[in-house]
Antibody
Framework: QVQLQESGPGLVKPSETLSLTCTVS????????WTWIRQPPGKGLEWIGY???????NYNPSLKSRVTISVDTSKTQFSLKLSSVTAADTAVYYC???????????????WGQGTMVTVSS | DIQMTQSPSSLSASVGDSVTITCRAS??????LNWYQQKPGKAPKLLIY???SLQSGVPSRFSGSGSGTDFTLTISSLQPEDFATYYC?????????FGQGTKLEIK
């Protein structure tokens, strides 16, 4: 059974870069899209972006200038980097899997448990 | 960008009731609509994909319908574990977007 697990610092200083890793266990990183989603405390969900296993990426325009998603197929991990963070980037960050678009189940079908990141000095 | 609007924002119901949550897209998204359930402190869980297909392992009391711009999630015979927040999400085009959520509370 495929499982996802986020890891990374829980506290980041303003203007620095937030870096998180998602480890995929129990399955291959090939074929799927790998995505990041965040949720500020008490608020709704925001899609950050995705990377296909081949390396192609697609980012939310609202964050595009600050976001990089990359994949390490040898380690079955993918990562998120968000630069120049402010307090507005404080949120629970989730990684999730998306089957290919030609699959009927084109949705975030498996999620990590989430990791809280606070931006504060 | 496609905006997703859910109604109501909150809802009170009793165990055994049937409830319906509505989601409207700002433009046609065909059938690319998914529903998630989120409990406090937990990650969202996929319930329904492609507007009406039940994700494996999800109880059959959950059902979805709709196409184009208007969609519904119906939960029949509410169980205690169903009290949670529900989100719709469009996967028609990027940036993928979610509704603001509907909090289902026990009456």
């Amino acid at each position: 059974q495929v499982q996802l697990q986020e890891s990374g610092p829980g506290l980041v200083k303003p203007s620095e870069t937030l870096s998180l890793t998602c480890t995929v266990s129990g399955g291959s990183i090939s074929t799927y899209y790998w995505t990041w989603i965040r949720q500020p405390p008490g608020k709704g969900l925001e899609w950050i972006g995705y990377m296909y296993h081949s390396g192609s990426t697609n980012y939310n325009p609202s964050l595009k200038s600050r976001v990089t998603i990359s994949v390490d197929t040898s380690k079955t991990q993918f990562s998120l980097k968000l630069s120049s963070v402010t307090a507005a980037d404080t949120a629970v960050y989730y990684c999730a899997r998306v089957p290919p678009r030609d699959s009927k189940s084109y949705a975030f079908d498996i999620w990590g448990q989430g990791t809280m990141v606070t931006v504060s000095s | 960008d496609i905006q997703m609007t859910q109604s109501p924002s909150s809802l009170s119901a009793s165990v055994g009731d049937s409830v319906t949550i509505t989601c409207r897209a700002s433009q046609s998204i065909s059938g690319y609509l998914n529903w998630y359930q989120q409990k406090p402190g937990k990650a969202p869980k996929l319930l329904i994909y492609a507007a009406s297909s039940l994700q494996s392992g999800v109880p059959s009391r959950f059902s979805g319908s709709g196409s184009g711009t208007d969609f519904t999630l119906t939960i029949s015979s509410l169980q205690p574990e169903d009290f949670a927040t529900y989100y719709c999400q469009q996967s028609y085009s990027t940036p993928y977007s979610f509704g603001q959520g509907t909090k289902l509370e026990i009456k």
